[in-house]
């Protein structure tokens, strides 16, 4: 199984960056992909979240209206969209795929990649 992250890196306040999670190894649309953030000295966020077949997202409050999670189950990819970023969006995003079978998780993370936000 592998998720690689790419699309990070420095941008300033009100600029735009799209993160791209590249996976394989497993069936990729029967998990629900997700998006989370770790800000240094802080847990790791839960940012967005897309199902399987791409019928729903969802989003934490401060990333609404400003940020959007794609998939392409086709490519296996699951995109972030980030616009009007913010110093405080300042963190490194990991991509996350998740799947309930019955009691058990299977769950895989990407390394990372680092969003700076700065002028």
């Known amino acids: 199984v592998q998720l690689v992250e790419s699309g990070g890196g420095l941008v300033q306040p009100g600029g735009s960056l799209r993160l791209s999670c590249a996976t394989s190894?497993?069936?990729?649309?029967?998990?629900?992909m997700r998006w989370y953030r770790q800000a240094p000295g802080q847990e790791r966020e839960l940012v967005a979240h897309i199902s399987g077949a791409g019928g729903s997202t969802d989003y934490t409050d401060s990333v609404k209206g400003r940020f959007t999670i794609s998939r392409d189950n086709a490519k296996n990819t699951v995109s972030l969209q980030m616009n009007s970023l913010k110093p405080e969006d300042t963190a490194v995003y990991y991509c996350?795929?998740?799947?309930?079978?019955?009691?058990?998780?299977?769950?895989?993370w990407g390394q990372g990649t680092q969003v700076t936000v700065s002028s």
């Open positions: 996350n795929a998740a799947r309930n079978v019955g009691s058990l998780l299977y769950e895989y």
């Open positions: 190894g497993f069936t990729f649309s029967r998990y629900v």
